[in-house]
């Protein structure tokens, strides 16, 4: 690849154990609660909520499920900045300029210790977007903002930002 095409792909799913225990934990129950209550006519609990309002609830859970199971992280890097886009979160491309970047470092981080856990994280001046790992693309933008872009393919990124940014940070700081 020449330095004017080349760039950086990554989709990073939530598909770690502990999603699935997660899934599992919030829908096994309500299913459970569904099939006796309404199919076997034993009530479900002390004290049971009607057949609309377990259905109803269950609706809920589910679609918690669905952002859960659909929920991704793209990283884009380009000649022209880093592109990044969370569905179902965020569906409409965020794009960080080099012009607007004063410093890009690569970081090793702690995705809890530092930012609460995984997702969406912080506060819009220091904000996170992470699936998993330890590894991130931290911009520390002119406007003082520090956006950290979690990543599983920690070189390939780290590639990707010194063909375009110039006064890239050494890897993995912090």
Avoid at 19 to 24: G, S
Avoid at 141 to 158: A, D, F, S
Wanted: charged share 20%.
């Amino acid at each position: 690849m020449t330095e004017q095409t080349f760039s950086f792909n990554e989709t990073q799913y939530f598909r770690r154990w502990w999603v699935w225990l997660l899934i599992a934990a919030l829908n096994v129950p309500f299913v459970y609660g569904i099939i006796s209550q309404v199919y076997m006519d034993v009530p479900f609990g002390n004290h049971p909520m009607s057949d609309g309002g377990l259905i109803a609830a269950y609706f809920f859970i589910l679609l918690i499920t669905v952002m859960l199971l659909t929920a991704r992280l793209e990283t884009r890097i380009d000649a022209d900045g880093v592109h990044l886009r969370y569905p179902p979160f965020i569906r409409h491309e965020k794009h960080f300029t080099w012009t607007e970047t004063a410093k890009a470092e690569l970081v090793a981080y702690h995705p809890i210790a530092d930012y609460g856990g995984f997702g969406i994280r912080g506060t819009r001046r220091n904000r996170a977007y992470n699936v998993a790992g330890r590894h991130g693309l931290r911009l520390t933008l002119r406007n003082g903002r520090c956006i950290l872009i979690g990543t599983q393919q920690p070189e390939m990124l780290e590639q990707a930002v010194q063909r375009h940014f110039t006064p890239f940070a050494s890897r993995f700081s912090k």
